[in-house]
């Protein structure tokens, strides 16, 4: 009886050591590197101890600061448009009209795609002389636009980019939310006398909140820690224009050697998301209260 009661915890041992080792045990390490100065030119050697000075350091760095507005327009962005043409398209997909399975996997492709070619197919489609955008603008009579090259325009053509990549999780995972929606409770409604948009506001949304939430939270993580596609699209620039905390984090342990700052900067981001989940679920308890 004893051995059985033992047993579970016992067979998530393993899960647990590599939940340890893959999350947990990194945010100590990085806690540690962030309290003391490291650098790739002293990481075989006794780190001196810095305390917080990392943390005053970047604070007081007026391209951090930057880089934090810079991601607080990218996430905002990308999540209301995310989730926003996500739940559009994810509604079309629920009628089972004539060619939705072709249209879910349309849509499904740019989800399959790494970030890295994401960032690389649509450099050549907003290039200058010869990209594809240009190329139809050119042809409809119309002068080509700087897309990646003019500093007030390279934060809208990333964000663009994000959400053609980003938008197939939404739609994948609002279809399959609305189609836990029992249908009758519209039939309902339409017998009643209320119309769509009655319907939708006293019907879909409030039981689809939860699930919009979820979306919300996972869609504000990944683009609050992406970078690979800043980097490979817009590098960063024109005048750190695209540099997202994320991508600012990566120039200074990597390209820098500054590792100390990237750490902290890895710790600010793990904070921010920690923010957000927690706001959500409070709100979300709040609402079952």
Partial sequence: MQKKKWMPFLLLLPAL?????????????????????????????????????????????????????????????????????GFLIARILIERVWGTKFFRVLFMLPWLLSATIVGFSWQWMYNDYFGLINGMLMRLGMQPVNWISDPNMALISLLIANIWFGTPFSILFQESSLLTIDRSLYEAAKIDGANPLQSFFNITLPLLTPFLGINLILTSMWSVNLFDLQLVLTGGGPLMSTTTASLYMYKQGFEQGNLSIGATIGLVLLIINLIVSFLYLRALRGEEA
């Fill in 17 to 85: 050591a590599i939940m340890f080792f893959l999350m947990i045990f990194p945010v100590f390490w990085n806690i540690t590197i962030s309290l003391n100065d490291v650098k790739t030119t002293n990481i075989n050697d006794v780190w001196p101890f810095v305390g917080l000075q990392n943390w005053v350091k970047i604070f007081q760095d007026e391209y951090f600061l930057q880089s934090l507005k810079v991601t607080l327009f990218f996430v905002l962005g990308s999540v209301f448009f995310q989730i926003f043409i």
